[in-house]
Every structure is written in structure tokens, then in C-alpha cells.
């Protein structure tokens, strides 16, 4: 498919361990972002990586979560340590690019990781 | 940041247009306005958006006050697949936050 694909799709995992998830954007596309989004809450902003640029990690909400990027590909967010505050839907997006509004700012969604800690 | 206020929720009948609401008081030139919405388990997915004037697509119509302070996402016929979390965002360079949105609840 040529959407967004994040993996795992569910993930459940225990208070203190670190989890891994997995981003594909869409082909070409040099804007990523990650977001969390809580039970019956609006999406949180936490990172943003545009091309080669260094990201924009204004929104991480502390220093368990990291993320990386390969070039203009795949992206891994971690949490380490994690807390069962951190449970929530992990929304991954992408565009072609990200400067102004034009049409090309089109963010472009994956399904999300249901990430639950017990 | 610039910020969005929207309705928390909102109710429209099967087949009728629906209209919902946005403000932005405190948005700037290079704002542009965008529109999300949400269904359910689901990724949020683009609507539209507009700069200035009034723009239409297959999806929906957007109306944007001369002033730029407000505006309003219009769905023609609403059906019941358009059941939804509603997000209005001002886009501007990297920075695209979403608030909490509008829940619309389509009745048949």
C-alpha cells in the first residue's frame, strides 16, 4: 500500500519496560511527524522531523521519550521506563514537505499504535 | 501559538448540512486554516483548507471570515459515515497542533 504504516498495531507492554514503535512514511515524503493521542482526548504534538533539518522536539513531554529518523524514511519513536500514563493511541503522519500552508502540507496518517501499559 | 476554539460537540440529521463553527482570533497572515477530521479507530484523515477566500472540494466547502478570525467547515448532506471528530488547525511552517476538535454525531 502507499499509505502510512506503523507497527505494531497493538502493543502491550509492563510499567518499567521500553518499547519500540515503527513508522513508514509515504514515499518522498520529507515531513514526519508523531503524536500521542489519549483515550477520548485531541492529538498531542511530540516530534517533527523535516529532511535533513535537526527535529523539533518541543512536544516530547520528558526525557524517556526519544525518537529517531533515517534519512528521509523510516522513523522509531522510544519510550523508555515506560508508566501506564503513557498509554494511548501513537498517531505517525507525514507531507511532502512543510513550509506554509501549500497543498503539499497535507498530513498524511498511519492507523496508530494502541500502546497499553499494565 | 496560535489556537483554535471549537464546540466539543455537535448533532445534525441524516441527509441535512451541517455547519461547524472555528475561531481563531489570534491568527496570523501566514496561517493557513485546515481542517481534520477523525472517525472512529481511525487515523485522522485531510479535509480541507483554505488561506482567504472560500474553497470547495468533493468533500466539503470551507467559509472563511473576512477578518480571518472565524471560520466554518460546511458538510452539504451529512451521512452517517461522516460521524466524526472534527479538527480545525492553523498550519503555518512546521507548526500544525490540534485541539480536542468537534465530536458530530449524525442521526439517521
Known amino acids: 500500500g502507499a499509505g502510512v504504516s506503523q507497527s505494531p498495531s497493538n502493543k502491550v507492554t509492563e510499567k518499567g519496560k521500553d518499547v519500540e514503535l515503527r513508522c513508514d512514511p509515504i514515499?518522498?515524503?520529507?515531513?514526519l511527524y508523531w503524536y500521542r493521542q489519549r483515550l477520548g482526548q485531541g492529538l498531542e504534538f511530540l516530534i517533527y522531523?523535516?529532511?535533513?533539518?535537526?527535529?523539533?522536539k518541543s512536544g516530547l513531554p520528558s526525557d524517556r521519550f526519544s525518537a529517531e529518523r533515517t534519512g528521509e524514511s523510516v522513523s522509531t519513536l522510544t519510550i523508555q521506563r515506560t508508566q501506564q500514563e503513557d498509554s494511548a493511541v501513537y498517531l505517525c503522519a507525514s507531507s511532502l514537505a512543510s513550509f506554509g500552508g501549500l497543498a503539499k502540507n497535507i498530513q498524511y496518517f498511519g492507523a496508530g499504535t494502541r500502546l497499553s501499559v499494565l | 501559538d496560535a489556537k483554535t476554539t471549537q464546540p466539543n460537540s455537535m448533532e445534525s440529521n441524516e441527509e441535512e448540512p451541517v455547519h461547524l463553527p472555528c475561531n481563531h482570533s489570534t491568527i496570523s497572515g501566514t496561517d493557513y486554516i485546515h481542517w481534520y477530521r477523525q472517525l472512529p479507530s481511525q487515523g485522522p484523515e485531510y479535509v480541507i483548507h483554505?488561506?482567504?477566500s472560500n474553497v470547495n472540494n468533493r468533500m466539503a466547502s470551507l467559509a472563511i471570515a473576512e477578518d480571518r478570525k472565524s471560520s466554518t467547515l460546511i458538510l452539504h448532506r451529512a451521512t452517517l459515515r461522516d460521524a466524526a471528530v472534527y479538527y480545525c488547525i492553523l498550519h503555518n511552517n512546521n507548526d500544525m497542533r490540534f485541539g480536542a476538535g468537534t465530536r458530530l454525531t449524525v442521526k439517521p
Open positions: 522531523f523535516q529532511g535533513n533539518s535537526a527535529p523539533d
Open positions: 483554505g488561506l482567504t
Open positions: 514515499s518522498g515524503h520529507t515531513a
